[in-house]
């Protein structure tokens, strides 16, 4: 009977030491996983950072990009061409100035029928 008892008390304490040992571990489990969380949650901060310095150092360079992107959300069927401001080198502004200058010729040149008489 005493060896049955001193094996239960024997096999107590080696449950007592393994629930111990599991918590320990569970707690260090925990830990591990709130550590990796934290480092996750550090690195992608520090990468939206670094975007968006990138974004506002080209933003800086090129201010007329905030309405290019405003016009490509504001619908997808929307085509977007982006030209100089000043207008050079675009082939339109030569087409469109010869069309102004043609149309304000026509108009310049008196009628016919008023000179006749």
């Known amino acids: 009977a005493e060896a049955r008892k001193e094996s239960t008390i024997k096999n107590a304490q080696a449950a007592a030491e393994a629930k111990v040992i599991d918590s320990k571990a569970e707690n260090e489990r925990r830990?591990?996983?709130a550590d990796a969380e934290a480092d996750r949650i550090r690195v992608t901060a520090a990468a939206d950072a670094e975007r968006m310095k990138s974004e506002a150092a080209v933003l800086?360079?090129?201010p007329l990009l905030i309405n290019k992107i405003v016009a490509e959300r504001l619908s997808d069927k929307?085509?977007?061409m982006m030209v100089p401001s000043d207008g050079k080198f675009f082939f339109a502004n030569d087409v469109l100035r010869s069309m102004n200058?043609?149309?304000?010729?026509?108009?310049?040149?008196p009628p016919e029928d008023s000179q006749d008489k």
């Open 31 to 33: 830990k591990l996983l």
């Open 60 to 62: 800086k360079q090129n």
């Open 78 to 80: 929307l085509q977007i």
């Open 101 to 109: 200058m043609a149309n304000h010729a026509s108009q310049a040149e």
